[in-house]
């Protein structure tokens, strides 16, 4: 049965869907056309590869709980892999993935920290998605270079030398 989906009514054991890097034809591994099914196209490249890095940051229970959600508990993962496989196949677009409630804003931060991106710490939930899309789509323009040291207490010994300076010529 590997390679296509038994009808939605059925639960589908999560090792009958497609691997990640079949060479199958698309449309006949996920059965209908998105678009016959009623949905939105799915994720790019780029958005699959980051939202796999970010999966992969997630409890396990997590995890499971989010491919329960997506999939309406008809696909039954039996491993981490096979769960967040399931999680990129039934997703209709990045946002509606990011969105979801077990995706914590942490976790998106932490993604965007180490790819390089550069977020306020305080940013809510839906900039920071907004920020992920623009990096996954290649908008950013103001990511941190990679041989660019990054040491906050670098700046604050700057700050502290410049202040009492500045306090002193008050005076």
């Known amino acids: 049965m ?27 591994a996920y059965g209908p056309a998105p678009a016959a099914a009623g949905w939105t196209m ?8 980051g939202c796999r890095v970010l999966l992969e ?23 981490r892999q096979e769960a967040i496989h399931a999680i990129l196949v039934y ?8 969105k979801r409630r077990k995706v914590y804003r942490e976790i998106i ?13 305080c940013s809510e939930k839906h900039q920071l998605i907004h920020r992920a899309k623009q990096y996954w789509s290649g908008q950013l323009t103001d990511r941190v270079a990679e ?12 700050q ?3 202040q009492p300076r500045r306090a002193a010529s008050r005076i």
């Open 2 to 28: 590997r390679g296509c989906l038994q009808p939605r009514t059925q639960v589908v054991d999560a090792a009958s869907l497609p691997l990640a890097g079949c060479q199958g034809c698309a449309r006949a």
């Open 109 to 121: 931060f932490k993604y965007l920290a180490t790819e390089g991106v550069v977020v306020p710490p």
């Open 42 to 49: 799915g994720l790019s490249e780029r958005e699959r590869a």
């Open 160 to 162: 502290d030398r410049l």
């Open 91 to 98: 997703s209709q677009s990045v946002e509606e993935l990011l």
């Open 57 to 79: 940051q997630m409890a396990t229970d997590e995890l499971m709980a989010l491919t329960d959600t997506i999939t309406n508990r008809l696909v039954l993962p039996q491993s």
């Open 147 to 158: 041989t660019e040291d990054i040491n906050p207490n670098k700046q604050l010994h700057l």
